[in-house]
């Protein structure tokens, strides 16, 4: 199993571009998140999915929107990048709610 | 707005001490309360959950929870330099979404 996989590792944006973060898990879990972590800012909770057909938004969905494709697989959509999106992206999933697995993360630059 | 404290550290233990990590919420309702490794550079990964009030030893790790002063701490026996890593505290209330701290950096030193 590869658990929790993100794509791409490393992305270089310029400021009004837009990209879609990939997400996908093989662990058949229900709920689905999305995290950005800053330094000194701890992981902040973006957007989420409870369960397959529903998406919810977490403490900071602005710029951000999100799509659950099916079971696996949560995407993440920056529209028009900003600078202040610089940041690593964090995808998780749990099915029972004790534990989240993380992905490797994302490492996101907008100049 | 619930609130998740930690001291940031970086917090310094020689090799073979005991590293005591410290977390506060605001939140009277939490319900779960994890702790989160994340090595420089890494994803966090889950070390130990805990539910009740008292402690929950794994290993040389000890997770201490009291509800009333909504204090949670993890204690690491026997610290290895191993051990180096960033130290996240997450709460829950019921099926809702975890509330990270900030976390805090442990250095342990041969």
Redesign the interface.
Known sequence: NAGVTQTPKFQVLKTGQSMTLQCAQDMNHNSM?WYRQDP??????IY?S?SEGTTDK?EVPNGYNVSRLNKREFSLRLESAAPSQTSVY?CASTDS????Y????TRLTVT | QKEVEQN?GPLSVPEGAIASLNCTYSDRGSQ?F?WYRQYSG?????IM?IYSNGDKEDGRFTAQLNKASQYVSLLIRDSQPSDSATY?C?V?RG?S??T????TMLLVSP
């Open positions: 998140y000194g800012m701890g992981l902040r909770l989420y409870a977490g964090f709610g004790h534990e989240q993380f992905g490797p993360g | 940031s779960s994890f890494k994803s966090p990964e889950l959950f996240l997450a829950k099926y979404t975890l990270f701290g900030k976390g």
